[in-house]
């Protein structure tokens, strides 16, 4: 299974500011999808992003606001826009290998946010 | 539209006893099912997935699930917790028409008594 890293893994950031978070794959993947997990709650999928194409956002989260790149099969950022307290939560990165294991996704071990 | 239903939110066993996480989906056609361990302050861990085939799999940690299509259920088993077990545990649906994304259960938070 593919090996997954984020940076960085917790930051404390000042409302109105912005984080990027980096998520890097030890192999080169087609899907890989950024998620955001609130306190106590499940994941909530932000975008999706192919290399080579915009990101597909999910209804509710706008690029203004949640920039993607993914300029190679290994490397993708997220943006954090204008930081709020609601902001505040684990961001996910995870990557699938659409071939035989279609859905199958590996995750990194999330970024830790916190905004006050 | 597909869901998932983890209906316990939380669940607390003594350490050595049985285990089962439950998991209903709602979806047309068999879909892809997969469970998935957060451990504190971790991401999320692929514990064992199914996809066709047999209905009963194996996964990693001495857990295995049970597809019954009759219930539209995925529940997750283990037959002795240990502490290290205790965990949030996800189930998850990847179907065709969901444009190959996951969908996603609440989760159950699994506590461990010594």
Redesign the interface.
């Known amino acids: ?1 593919a090996v ?1 890293s984020q940076k960085p893994s917790r930051d404390i950031c000042q409302r109105g500011t912005s984080l990027t978070i980096q998520c890097q794959v030890d192999s080169q993947v087609t ?1 890989m ?1 950024w998620y955001r997990q609130q306190p106590g ?3 909530t ?1 932000i975008a ?1 992003a192919n290399q080579g194409s915009e990101a597909t956002y999910e209804s509710g989260f706008v690029i203004d606001k949640f920039p993607i790149s993914r300029p190679n099969l290994t490397f993708s950022t997220l943006t954090v826009s204008n930081l709020s307290p609601e902001d505040s939560s684990i961001y ?1 990165c ?1 990557v ?1 290998d ?1 071939g035989y294991r ?9 970024t ?1 946010l916190t905004v006050t | 539209a597909q869901s998932v239903t983890q209906p316990d939110i939380h669940i607390t066993v003594s350490e050595g006893a049985s285990l089962e996480l439950r998991c209903n989906y709602s979806y047309g056609a068999t879909p ?1 099912l ?1 469970w ?1 361990v957060q451990s504190p ?6 514990l064992l ?1 199914y996809f066709s085939g047999d209905t009963l799999v194996q996964g990693i940690k001495g857990f295995e699930a049970e597809f019954k299509r009759s219930q539209s259920s995925f529940n997750l088993r283990k037959p002795s917790v240990h502490w290290s077990d205790a965990a949030e545990y ?1 189930c998850a649906v ?1 179907a065709m028409d969901s ?4 969908i ?4 159950t938070k699994l506590i461990i008594k010594p």
Request: hydrophobic residues 35%; glycine residues 16%; proline residues 2%.
């Open positions: 299974s997954i899907m999808f709650q499940s994941l999928l999706t996910l995870s699938e659409r279609a859905y199958e996704q590996y995750f990194g071990p999330g830790r | 892809y997969f998935y302050g971790q991401g999320l861990q692929l997935k996800f990847g444009n190959y994304q996951l996603w259960g609440a989760g």
